[in-house]
């Protein structure tokens, strides 16, 4: 007798989606009483709404010392800005809010967008509405949605397809975001509607929306500043003849994995097809309905699209999504990432306007001391008036100045002690980190309060190999989940347990290649240490013009490991 296979039962999760009346939840009765943070259902339910409750780690022992029960907590809020673009009021209004509401602290992500930390319950509400007052938004910045769409953020007029890409990203954007009256109930209008349930089911989503988070962004064969491998939907630019034709899409593209689970690891998204500009929206709801409806609902820990690329294969993802394209299926053209741009520093736009680039380390904006970096980027967008753009490698740009506005952002920079990005060596500009400890529920480890002293002990290695210019990057993340995409870098240095880390080396700065597991459990105060032997052969041994990450590849897995034993 033939056995049937049972379909697994659904997550928790799912159930909490198809039971909370249209994303509503008890959401706004919780923030009408008077308590300070929700419960399970609504915590799930918040994430739609761009919004995660936390926890302050660090205030443990202090309440516990103090007598206050229960735990100290808070809420990271997260925008939407598709393409990372901001106007300067808007860019003001930010800031207002991170002075009221937040920490005082502005983080970039590496999603180009912002995010505060910090808010708690009275605050909520007033800080999404006020970044909705500046025709913003943080609907769909979180959840099991498509969230925010990336794009090159530079303002380069002398190449048509850079603006082509950060318009397409806003039409994807607009057209993927969710349609449910939940949001602006709650957060704009603050109207509660009459008891009962709200049978909204989103004309894309359905009512269960999907079945984890979906990641999509726009690059550029030459300058993937986006890490498009590492995204769910990517949409890659074709050029053809000296004009942008439209683009390869890539799916399957994901970071986050489970310590101690084979099943779960990252993938480098594959090139299913190619479409025409006029294309794109419907290319992009295609494959969210696919996911939608053949996703892993019962273990989110392989929920991701990347799991139905990988188990399934090309050739018969390429045939299931075809029966979703509303047009024929064309296969892809022959494209690939060959390179990457910070666009950092003094640039012209082509246009007779100018843009500066400047570093961010780890995204956190915030005044300490004699170091004052949200009153320099404030005094620079209050007196220049100028545009911001936001950067996956969590950096900012200054955009639309005249020729004169150098000497003056030079000078704001100086007063206020922020080190220009000529000044900052190659690798600490090409790093990142994750919030992590004290905030991140998910946090093992440090990260972004732990990667700038591991910088600060490997510079001067670098210095004295001669390898200071070298362009390589290092991603630290204080989990396996891989928020900083850690998992394609030169070096990815990911929580393991407690204050030891997994270092990772061999991958590709430009985002087209895993890399490898060098060792585990390398205790945080060891990482320089281990790295440096292999630093030393790669001195030593490159063949001209090879990166750190190739020379990696080149002499395979087992001799790094053995050379960093």
């Not at 999760?13 to 959401?27: P, W, Y």
Request: neutral net charge; proline residues 5%; charged residues 25%.
């Amino acid at each position: 007798m033939t056995q049937v296979k049972e379909t697994p039962a659904p997550s928790p999760v799912e159930g909490i989606k198809a039971a909370s009346n249209g994303l509503r939840g008890t959401i706004i009765q919780t923030i009408s009483s008077g308590i300070d943070h929700f419960e399970e259902g609504d915590k799930q339910l918040l994430k739609f709404h761009g919004t995660y409750q936390q926890e302050n780690r660090d205030a443990r022992k202090s309440r516990s010392a103090e007598g206050l029960a229960g735990k100290a907590y808070s809420f990271m809020i997260r925008a939407r800005i598709p393409g990372g673009i901001v106007t300067a009021n808007q860019w003001l209004a930010l800031d207002d809010l991170a002075g009221k509401y937040a920490n005082n602290t502005i983080r970039l992500t590496s999603r180009q967008s912002i995010q505060y930390h910090g808010v708690v319950m009275s605050g909520l509400r007033e800080t999404i509405a006020g970044m909705n007052a500046c025709l913003l938004s943080t609907l769909s910045a979180c959840g099991d949605v498509n969230r925010n769409v990336m794009a090159c953020p530079a303002p380069d007029s002398t190449n048509p397809v850079y603006k082509a890409m950060q318009e397409d990203a806003h039409a994807v954007a607009m057209h993927l975001a969710p349609k449910s009256s939940a949001y602006h109930e709650i957060w704009v209008n603050g109207v509660r509607q009459p008891t009962g349930v709200v049978e909204e089911v989103d004309p894309i989503y359905g009512k269960l929306w999907l079945p984890r988070k979906f990641k999509t962004a726009f690059g550029l064969p030459l300058d993937n500043c986006v890490d498009i491998h590492a995204q769910c939907l990517g949409y890659l630019a074709v050029h053809e003849n000296g004009k942008h034709t439209g683009y390869n899409v890539l799916v399957g593209g994901g970071q986050g994995m489970t310590h101690g689970r084979a099943d779960t690891f990252p993938h480098i998204s594959k090139a299913m097809c190619f479409i025409t500009r006029d294309q794109v929206c419907s290319a992009g709801e295609a494959v969210i309905k696919l996911f939608r409806d053949h996703g892993n609902r019962a273990d989110r820990k392989r929920a991701r699209i990347k799991y139905l690329v990988a188990d399934w294969g090309v050739d018969k993802f390429r045939e299931v999504l075809a029966t979703y394209l509303p047009f024929p299926l064309v296969l892809p053209k022959a494209v690939e990432v060959s390179g990457i741009d910070l666009h950092l520093g003094w640039n012209s736009q082509g246009d007779g306007k100018f843009w500066y680039g400047l570093s961010v380390e780890n995204g956190r904006i915030k005044d300490d001391g004699a170091f004052r970096l949200r009153t320099a980027i404030r005094t620079i967008v209050e007196e220049l008036g100028c545009e911001v753009r936001l950067s996956a490698m969590q950096d900012i740009l200054f955009c639309q100045l005249e020729e004169s506005a150098l000497e003056k952002i030079v000078q704001i920079l100086d007063n206020c002690g922020v080190p220009l990005p000529d000044k900052r060596s190659a690798v600490r500009k090409l790093s990142l980190a994750c919030p992590a400890v004290p905030t991140c529920p998910l946090a093992i480890c440090e990260s972004e309060r732990a990667l700038p002293g591991v910088i600060d002990q490997l510079e001067p290695v670098l210095g004295e190999l001669g390898l200071y210019t070298e362009e390589f990057g290092i991603r630290m993340t204080g989990c396996p989940n891989g928020c900083v995409r850690p998992y394609q870098s030169e070096i990815g240095l990911v929580g393991r347990s407690g204050d030891k880390y997994v270092v990772f080396v061999g991958g590709q700065k430009n985002g087209s290649r895993l890399n490898f597991l060098g060792k585990d459990l390398v205790p945080r105060t060891e990482i320089v240490n281990t790295l440096k032997p292999l630093l030393v052969r790669y001195k030593d041994e490159r063949n001209s013009g090879e990166n750190f990450g190739d020379y990696c590849q080149r002499i395979g897995q087992d001799s790094c490991k053995a050379i960093m034993a």
